[in-house]
């Protein structure tokens, strides 16, 4: 009988980024559950249980938050961060970020980031983070 493997949640609108990371993280055991959208990372995150949350800052907004607040989809994912970590206190998130404005990964971690991972980044080490974090997140 094989483990369980972990179910991620890895919301990023980058199609190209989502499948190769998606691919490359089920080689290190990860079920990975992929939304296309802010949007459609909600609605998985509201129906279903995750192990973790990889989540993608530059994205464009849903609907409901006003372009301007995120700065026309700078730091969507702050936002979605922030609604996830409200829904599921407990569940570790993990921020893949192109941006390196001290302000905006200041507010990721405010919205409840337990990990901020500079984009490109390689499966290998994104799955180093997530051992780590739900290790840990395990024996709390």
Same mark, same amino acid.
């Given at each position: !009988? ?10 990023? %609108?980058?199609?190209? =980024? ?8 089920? %080689? ?10 802010? !949007? ?17 800052? !530059? ?15 700078? =730091? =969507?994912g ?22 390196? %404005? ?16 500079n ?11 997530? %051992? ?9």
């Amino acid at each position: !009988m094989g483990m369980v493997k972990k179910k991620i949640l890895f919301i990023e %609108d980058e199609k190209f =980024t989502l499948e190769q990371l998606q691919i490359a993280l089920e %080689d290190y055991d990860y079920e990975v559950i992929p939304a296309s959208s802010a !949007m459609e990372g909600m609605n998985l995150i509201r129906k279903m249980n995750f192990d973790a949350v990889l989540l993608d800052i !530059m994205m464009p907004p849903p609907q409901d938050i006003d372009p301007e607040i995120v700065g026309n989809g700078r =730091t =969507t994912g702050v936002e979605i961060c922030r609604r996830i970590r409200h829904l599921k206190p407990n569940i570790p998130i993990v921020v893949l970020s192109v941006v390196r %404005d001290p302000g905006i990964l200041k507010r990721i971690n405010e919205a409840g980031a337990n990990e901020i991972i500079n984009k490109p980044a390689l499966a290998s080490k994104i799955s180093g983070i997530l %051992d780590r974090i739900l290790d840990s997140s395990a024996s709390s």
